[in-house]
């Protein structure tokens, strides 16, 4: 601690305190400090008011400013330094603040059921109705309706679980579990009058041994449009839509706010299904490369998320619509696939097995 | 379909590579599957789809691949075969007895020696996965392959009698196949039969009776044409799939036969194998007529939603072997004016051809679908409303998220053994179970039968989580249940381990019968319900540790400790102590009264409150408590809480100790004590009087 000698001047004396401030770290040392500085006795304030009294009247000026200056701002100096040391003090009821916390219990949502309500609320943001149907099906709603005749080829490629003894009702004979939620679109049209804009979600079945990308049962989001001039090009924008707003990363990559509707974030291939006409496979740009070609994508930059179509004019009569005055267009996707793409999930068991280390990496 | 680029370029001039094809191809309706090099060859493999089985053919894809590169498809020197002849007195007999089944039989008697195919065409065979048998077999295959027209050989000395005869087989009829099997006929089935039996099964397989084999000299050549749904069936039926039945199943080109047998006796001298002995014979008793279609113009841009140009279509349509004639207006006096379009004849080999939308799907796909605007549908009308269910299920879901169960989705189809205790019974307290919605055809025994109930799927999920090191499990799953009588939605959860999260500062409990029933409850408050409890039995759940949820009278589930057998058969470790609960949604929500809420206005006087316990019977229930309290309380009483209930030191065995709070408040005035104080003496009463209860 320095000897209080007034011959430095205040302004040596202000560069002596602010050292001697930032050494203080308690209490006590505070108050020794204010001692020191502004005590009544044998302080460097009472040594400066002693130097006064022997000072000339030239010197008295400068020295009498200089003096009560440094006070003021020793004074606030230690004033400031005692509230921050006060803030910093520990109260006696503190807790241990890093202990862990009583945490309430939280569910976790299941990936499939965060997909679903998520491609729901695309469409409900587009004016679609969100529909659920029955599980288990006759074959007219199934197959027959959507052009899909006993005998025809194409029913090769939805292999149907069959129920043991059909369930028989004055008007139908339920005797399998849906292959598609297609058959939805058969029951709401045959309800409903044109224009129709709905969404179907639900779980369907296909006769497929469980492997890495197969599982028995899976979920389909069935999208169906009906109405006067409905094109090919409307469903491209509405899938391209769905798409970026599923997988946002489409939307950078095509970088150009201008574009309208991201061109490039999906393609159409044309491809064949009974109840479509013209048929398409959609495809989005790879998620992972965006485009540029890689493992993901077998080095095509685009990953197929659903097949899709105009509705097929023998579907309309089907259900009574005519097929001259009205249009649509449908599409199905496979919910599993886009969770599997969405969150790089290799194994489709995983979405069955309720694997609480699995569930709770998603939120709620 | 695979398919070798040499042969392609045989018809069409692509001098790019198999990638630039593929990636093109893939874009114009033929997806490339796999690409590999054979020599200094490629062998493309295209995915074709149902509809297309003209594309089951050299011929065919390069049809395709010719139009998508606006290029020529060529007609190779000495292939250009006109309609073969047909003289009823010439060449082998045929008879088609089964003209419904067969629509065309081409036959054409050959000499051979039989031998080695040349390499080139083994090589050709082989690198599109056809083995190679002997030149007179090869050349039927390499016809297939080219033309897409199946055929077949018999060894003519083999057969009985002067002629072919087209059939259906007789009943009991067999015929051993070129695999070596023998196979049992039905008369719903095709033959291709001598005046003795039958040599092959009609578009489906050869006989081994007749087989070409070394020591053949005559042989009869078939190209034939079967009706697809009799060929898909027999196929079916037998378990038998070919090359030749998966082509005819689909729909095949009525005009090939003849050319495909042209082709054949060329090849056959070609690569000296043999020559045919005389004319070509060709039954087609009713030749079909060639589908015709007007397609107007305005159609195409509105079903695609975009403009293709007038010469762009017609090009489209032409390369691809249609007969593209202007239709004006006149022409087409019967559509309303200014659809003026095109009279268009479909190629006899385009049997998906049906319907003027067909037409249009050619034109986009050909045209590119990479050239569709995006645009969205126009809205006509207001949308309607979603299934209420999604709502409804997404208010129960974020109820049992924020009580810390975690969501479950597990697959509708489980085990018999699991389901059993789990049917609902027949008969009221009877031992009679429905039967289960039984699968006729499961994956496995795993998967027999559509969950009557969500808890054996929950179940089988809490058990996987114990055994992989989970102590704690809250699960819960919102889905369908099955049952003869029909389909309904349901949430069930289960619950094992500690009441609350492990914490270093508190007790740790483990899960009971009452943190069960209050989390029922408070699905309840989601629909703004109150739930009554009763005593039930059901043979998943302990008795004593079960109770009914009943909403005005309606049973809506049940709630309750899980049997330990059924735990222990479903792998749980032994001593785990599951608590499950099942509400049926469908029935809750019809007894919701959130749809004519009306909120109440809060209450503007205050309320008191009265402390009572009593000592009573232990067998005597809570709700019988309650029951006499609320009977015997005047209109001001609005809440009655169990705060206490003690047994032990000072409480007389048999008896127990109930602590109750009631409150009391008018929404009209200020109680006064007097009038709550008489209040209270008449509950006393009443309890003293019909419980015997002594108060404390």
Aim: with cysteine.
């Amino acid at each position: 601690m320095s000897t209080i000698d007034t011959s430095i001047g205040p302004d040596r004396a202000r560069e002596i305190f602010r050292a001697e401030l930032a050494d203080v770290r308690t209490d006590a040392e505070l108050q020794a400090l204010r001692t020191r500085w502004v005590g009544r006795n044998h302080s460097w304030s009472a040594a400066f008011m002693e130097a006064l009294k022997t000072a000339t009247p030239e010197q008295k000026k400068t020295l009498g400013k200089g003096a009560n200056e440094l006070k003021k701002e020793v004074e606030a100096a230690l004033a400031e330094r005692e509230a921050s040391l006060a803030a910093a003090r520990r109260p006696a009821n503190a807790v241990d603040i890093t202990l862990p916390g009583r945490t309430p219990r939280l569910g976790h949502r299941h990936p499939l059921s965060l997909i679903r309500d998520e491609v729901g609320g695309i469409f409900t943001r587009l004016g679609y109705q969100v529909l659920e149907g029955p599980e288990i099906e006759d074959d007219y709603h199934n197959f027959e309706a959507l052009n899909m005749p006993e005998e025809h080829p194409a029913r090769d490629m939805q292999d149907t679980f069959y129920l043991q003894t059909p369930i028989k009702s004055v008007n139908q004979t339920l005797s399998l579990l849906r292959t598609h939620t297609s058959a939805m679109q058969i029951r709401h049209m045959e309800q409903n009058a044109p224009p129709v804009r709905l969404v179907a979600i639900g779980p369907v079945y296909r006769k497929d041994e469980l492997d890495l990308t197969h599982t028995p049962m899976f979920h389909q989001v069935e999208g169906l449009v009906v109405g006067k001039g409905v094109t090919l090009a409307d469903l491209k924008g509405t899938l391209a839509a769905m798409a970026e707003a599923l997988f946002p990363s489409i939307r950078s990559a095509v970088g150009d706010g201008a574009t309208h509707s991201g061109q490039a974030a999906i393609r159409f291939r044309p491809s064949f299904f009974p109840y479509t006409e013209p048929s398409a496979e959609v495809d989005i740009q790879c998620i992972k490369c965006q485009g540029s070609g890689c493992a993901m994508c077998k080095r095509t930059g685009w990953i197929e998320i659903l097949g899709s179509g105009m509705v097929h004019p023998a579907v309309f009569e089907a259900v009574g619509y005519d097929p001259n005055e009205v249009t649509g267009f449908a599409f199905g996707m496979g919910v599993e696939r886009v969770a599997l793409l969405k969150w790089g999930v290799e194994d489709i068991r995983l979405f069955y097995e309720n694997d609480l280390r699995f569930l709770e990496q998603f939120g709620l | 379909m695979k398919v070798l680029l040499s042969w392609i370029r045989e018809f069409v001039d692509v001098p790019e590579s198999a990638e630039d094809i593929g990636k093109l191809m893939s874009v114009r309706g033929l997806a490339l599957e796999g690409l590999e090099s054979h020599g200094d060859d490629v062998v493309m493999d295209f995915d074709v789809t149902a509809n297309r089985p003209d594309c089951l053919s050299m011929i065919g894809i390069a049809r395709e691949i010719a139009t998508a590169y606006q290029r020529p498809l060529k007609v190779p020197e000495g292939r250009d075969f006109s309609p073969a002849s047909s003289r009823a007195d010439a060449g082998i007999a045929i008879s088609i007895e089964s003209a419904d089944l067969c629509g065309r039989y081409v036959g054409a008697i050959a000499d051979v020696t039989v031998g080695p195919s040349p390499q080139w065409l083994q090589d050709r065979l082989i690198a599109c996965g056809i083995r190679s048998i002997s030149n007179v077999v090869d050349i039927t295959n390499y016809v297939l392959l080219e033309l897409g027209q199946p055929m077949h050989a018999f060894d003519l000395d083999k057969l009985a009698g002067p002629g072919i005869i087209v059939r259906r087989a007789k009943p009991g009829e067999s015929i051993t196949t070129l695999d070596g099997k023998k196979r049992t006929l039905t008369s719903d089935m095709l033959v291709i039969a001598d005046t003795a039996r039958a040599q092959a099964i009609g578009g489906v397989m050869g006989g081994a009776d007749s087989e070409v084999c070394a020591t053949t000299r005559r042989i009869v050549f078939e190209a034939a044409h079967f009706t697809p749904s009799s060929v898909r069936k027999t196929s079916k039926t037998l378990g038998l799939k070919t090359d030749a039945s998966t082509r005819f199943e689909r729909g095949m080109d009525v005009t090939a036969p003849a050319r495909a047998m042209a082709r054949a006796c060329q090849l056959l001298e070609q690569i000296g194998a043999g020559k045919a002995a005389g004319t070509i014979k060709d039954v087609y008793p009713s030749p079909q007529p060639a589908t015709s279609l007007i397609l107007e113009r305005t159609r195409v841009s509105g079903l695609l939603g975009m403009d293709v140009p007038d010469a762009h279509l017609e090009r489209i349509l032409r390369s691809l072997g249609f007969d593209v004639q202007s239709a004006s207006a006149e022409a087409s006096a019967d559509r309303t004016a200014g659809q003026a379009g095109w009279s268009i004849t479909a190629p006899a080999w385009r049997v998906d051809i049906k319907r003027p939308v067909d037409l249009i799907e050619e034109v986009g796909r050909h045209h590119g679908f990479e050239h569709l605007p995006s645009t969205f549908p126009g809205v006509q009308q207001a949308p309607a409303a979603s299934d209420p269910r999604i709502g409804r299920d997404r208010r129960v879901r974020t109820a049992l998220l924020g009580m810390g169960y975690s969501e479950a989705i597990t697959f509708a189809f489980i085990e018999a053994v699991a389901a059993e205790p789990f049917l609902p019974s027949t008969t009221l307290g009877g031992t009679a179970r429905e039967a289960p919605v039984a699968l006729a055809n499961p994956l496995s025994e795993k998967f027999a039968v559509m969950r009557p109930s969500l808890l054996p799927g929950l179940i089988d999920a809490v058990s996987h989580n114990r055994r992989h090191g989970r102590r704690d499990v809250q699960l819960f799953e919102i889905g369908t249940r099955f049952s003869p009588r029909g389909e309904s939605r349901g949430a069930g959860f289960a619950w094992t381990g500690l009441a609350s999260a492990d914490h270093w500062g508190g007790a740790r409990r483990d899960v009971d019968f009452f943190d069960v029933k209050g989390v029922v409850e408070q699905l309840a408050a989601v629909s703004v319900v109150s739930p009554a409890f009763a005593e039930t039995y059901v043979p998943y759940l302990v008795k004593g540790r079960a109770a009914a949820i009943v909403v005005n009278g309606q049973h809506v589930g049940v709630v309750g400790l899980l049997d330990p057998s059924i735990a222990d058969r479903r792998d749980l470790p032994s001593g785990d102590e599951v608590y499950v609960a099942e509400i049926n949604l469908d029935l809750l929500t019809a007894q919701a009264t959130v749809g004519t809420l009306r909120a109440a206005a809060l209450p503007r006087f205050p309320w008191v409150v009265r402390d009572v316990s009593i000592l009573v019977d232990d067998a005597l229930s809570a709700g019988t408590v309650r029951g006499t309290i609320r009977s015997a309380a005047p209109g001001t009483l609005i809440d009655i809480r169990e705060f206490d209930r003690y047994q032990g030191k000072g409480i007389p065995d048999g008896k127990v100790s109930l602590s109750l709070r009631l409150t009391f408040q008018s929404p009209e005035r200020t109680l006064t004590d007097e009038e709550v104080q008489a209040g209270m003496q008449h509950i006393i009463d009443a309890l003293t009087r019909d419980l015997q209860a002594i108060q404390r």
